[in-house]
């Protein structure tokens, strides 16, 4: 039975590959029937992972697309619609996605680990460079740490802005993916920087000159990292995409990283589907930063508490979580997170939803979503066959 699980998921990727990259849903909502680049590579880390000739072409196709709609100043897509009469091209919504660009640098050195192409590299040097001289700008400060606006990466409706965990980490992921390659004692000595600043301003009882001195030492540190921190003050969310990449990159020490762990997994058991939800714990009308997320929609308001970016369920994020626990030698706990996102997936005869209210398990968003199938592939074909990402 296991195996129908993963068919199913390669099935929807199959479904959602064209000749311009992978589309973010195979359901006919026009903002998913793009080329999108965070659920680009996603999708193209699955389709590594399944070594399916025909959905890695689909992967080097995005990648492509991606590269080249590049801005002049160097940033990367958030999406592109390529019709048969006009192309659409957005750098993101309400505000720019800071991400895109992080995770085209990951995408394409992934790439090229994998089908041991070294040329793509090569022939996407320029855009790698310009991409990253771009982040170094967006540092502001020159501090190692870039600053991202309100709705700058894939949590585009939540709170999260300034010193954001997770864009700090992706950084740190693409600068290690890409200097595999490169070799630069630059680049070495930057993803030192960057990760000496991550441990100084987001983990307890650190040593060093913190960026807000007066916030770090007003803040309740808890048994993770905190999501976020601006000139007004840190934000105390767990966020489960960034806790995960932290323990994939070796952020922190030992015993900090068992208590991210463990903290993980008791919230994910804590929740009716035996999932992470993206962060927590919600929002709610009383609370300091509801006025916050509430304006924080270009459409309609879809954060209520326990759902989409307010406590809701993402099997994407679950699969990083799960991708997390195979890196700590932690299989048990993965193949658990991997039974719940099957679950999750197969639910209305295999819907793929986008994520589900973590109080209710009802599903949110839409359905046919590629990087919830990307989910149960990278963590199915990390358990089970030698496949690991290059970290």
Known sequence: METIYYDKAIELLHKVSTPNGFLASAENTSNYQRVWARDGVICGLAALASGDEKIIKTFKNTLETLAKYQHELGTIPSNVLVGEDKVDVSYGGLAGRVDAVTWFVIGVCQYAFHTKDDSFIWKHENEIEKALRLLEAWEFNNRHLIYVPLSGNWADEYITDGYVLYDQLLRIWALKCYNYFKKSK?????????????????????????????????????????????????????????????????????????????????????????????????????????????????????????????????????????????????????????????????????????NFNSNTSMPNGVSFCAWSAAATIIVHQSLYTNFKILL
């Open 186 to 354: 630059t680049i070495s000595i930057k993803i030192e920087k960057i990760k000496e600043q991550i441990e100084i301003n987001f983990l307890p009882n650190s040593e060093g000159q913190k960026i807000h001195e007066r916030a770090y030492y007003e803040m309740d540190f808890q048994d993770y990292l905190p999501c976020s921190f601006s000139p007004s003050g840190y934000k105390n969310q767990f966020d489960a995409f960034a806790n995960s990449l932290a323990l994939l990159l070796n952020i922190g020490t030992k015993k900090t990283q068992n208590k991210i762990i463990n903290h993980s997994y008791k919230l994910a058991l804590n929740t009716k589907l035996g999932l992470l939800p993206a962060f927590w714990p919600p929002i709610f009308e009383n609370d300091e930063h509801w006025n916050l997320l509430k304006d924080n929609c270009k459409y309609e308001f879809r954060n209520y508490p326990y759902e989409f970016h307010n406590g809701g369920n993402w099997p994407m994020v679950n699969g990083f979580f799960g991708l997390a626990l195979i890196f700590k030698s932690e299989e048990l706990k993965a193949k658990a997170i991997l039974d719940r996102i099957n679950e999750a997936n197969s639910l209305n005869n295999f819907s793929f939803f986008e």
